[in-house]
Structures are given as structure tokens and as C-alpha cells.
T-cell receptor
Framework: NAGVTQTPKFQVLKTGQSMTLQCAQD?????MSWYRQDPGMGLRLIHYSVGAGITDQGEVPNGYNVSRSTTEDFPLRLLSAAPSQTSVYFC????????????FGQGTRLTVV | GQQVMQIPQYQHVQEGEDFTTYCNSSTTLSNIQWYKQRPGGHPVFLIQLVKSGEVKKQKRLTFQFGEAKKNSSLHITATQTTDVGTYFC??????????FGTGTRLKVLA
């Protein structure tokens, strides 16, 4: 069982570079989301999707784009990386739209220099 | 917007002592979930509470949802070294969004 797979696990970017964090799930879950985790800040919701073709903003969406062309994939794009985006990023998925447990990927540790 | 606060931020206990973390929301919640994250790991689902005043137990862990559905607590009886990690609550307030608390990092001293 693969569950939720995130790639890459580690990434170093220079300020101004763009990149895409990949997230894929094989559980046919409708709901997917992206969080960033910073020390003392908990997990903050960036963007989420309730199904293919549908996305919406979370608490901290600025500087990030998402799309959901398939049920399985939910990539997160950093348009122009900034040092403030140095963080650990987690992708999560769940069945349905709210009353079921979320399964998290292993995380991507991103450093922007 | 919806905010979820958690206290304490850190807790160090001797093995065998009890531990409690509290979660408070600025808005009434539809349901609340609890997750555990081991050091260097990812959050793992523990439980979900839906009803006002609900209490659920998992072995040494007791979870409560407040009567007003704005607060929740997790209590661990007789902590063990395997309980080490950060405990998060996550609340949903009528939308599809789950807002996580800031987490409580638990250290258990053997």
C-alpha cells in the first residue's frame, strides 16, 4: 500500500526559482490538501481540493498554486521561491469531505537560500 | 478567520506521570480530530470526535469534546517513552477546511 507519496523528500532552491512539489495518492480519495509546518506554528493549510477540477485556498495560499486534473494527483507549485517558504510541506488525503481521517505523506523538506 | 489554539506548547514529564493537552477554537466546530507526529515523522490520525460532550478512550488515551464544541482535550495516563511526539488537534467548522492547532510537544523522561 503506497498511500500518499510525496516527492522530492528534500529540496534546496535559490530565491526566485520555481518548482513543483508532487503528491499522489492511490486510495481514490476525493479530498486532498497541502500544509506547511514551521516550528511553533503547527500545520497551516495552504490549498485544498474536494475533487478533480476543484481547488480552494486555505490559510496561507500566497506564493503557491495548485491544480487537480486527476483524482490521484495534487501538485503544489512555488511560483518564485522566497526564504520565507523554507518549511516542511505535507500533503494529505481523505475519503469524502470532512468526517474521515486524513492520511499524510512523508513530507518534503524545502530550503530556500 | 477560524483559529485553533493548543496549550501547552511543550510538556516534559517523568515516565509514569499523566499528561494533558488542551485545544480551544475561536468558532464552534463540526468535529475535531487528533493526530500524533513522532519526531521526524508525519502526522498520524488518532481519533475523531463529533458529538457535544463526547468522550472516547484508546487504552491509556482519553479524548473529550466540550459541550459547546469549541474545545477538546487529550489525556494520557501513565505516560511511556513511546508516547513521545507532538500531538495536534484539527478542527472543522462547517467547511471542508481542517485548521490545525499549534501542537503540544511531549517529552517523556525515563
Amino acid at each position: 500500500n503506497a498511500g500518499v507519496t510525496q516527492t522530492p523528500k528534500f529540496q534546496v532552491l535559490k530565491t526566485g526559482q520555481s518548482m513543483t512539489l508532487q503528491c499522489a495518492q492511490d486510495m481514490n480519495h476525493e479530498y486532498m490538501s497541502w500544509y506547511r509546518q514551521d516550528p511553533g506554528m503547527g500545520l497551516r493549510l495552504i490549498h485544498y481540493s474536494v475533487g478533480a477540477g476543484i481547488t480552494d485556498q486555505g490559510e496561507v495560499p500566497n506564493g503557491y498554486n495548485v491544480s487537480r486534473s486527476t483524482t490521484e494527483d495534487f501538485p503544489l507549485r512555488l511560483l518564485s521561491a522566497a526564504p520565507s517558504q523554507t518549511s516542511v510541506y505535507f500533503c494529505a488525503s481523505s475519503q469524502g469531505t470532512g468526517r474521515t481521517e486524513a492520511f499524510f505523506g512523508q513530507g518534503t523538506r524545502l530550503t530556500v537560500v | 478567520g477560524q483559529q485553533v489554539m493548543q496549550i501547552p506548547q511543550y510538556q516534559h514529564v517523568q515516565e509514569g506521570e499523566d499528561f494533558t493537552t488542551y485545544c480551544n477554537s475561536s468558532t464552534t466546530l463540526s468535529n475535531i480530530q487528533w493526530y500524533k507526529q513522532r519526531p521526524g515523522g508525519h502526522p498520524v490520525f488518532l481519533i475523531q470526535l463529533v458529538k457535544s460532550g463526547e468522550v472516547k478512550k484508546q487504552k491509556r488515551l482519553t479524548f473529550q469534546f466540550g459541550e459547546a464544541k469549541k474545545n477538546s482535550s487529550l489525556h494520557i495516563t501513565a505516560t511511556q517513552t513511546t508516547d513521545v511526539g507532538t500531538y495536534f488537534c484539527a478542527g472543522r467548522a462547517g467547511t471542508y477546511k481542517y485548521i490545525f492547532g499549534t501542537g503540544t510537544r511531549l517529552k517523556v523522561l525515563a
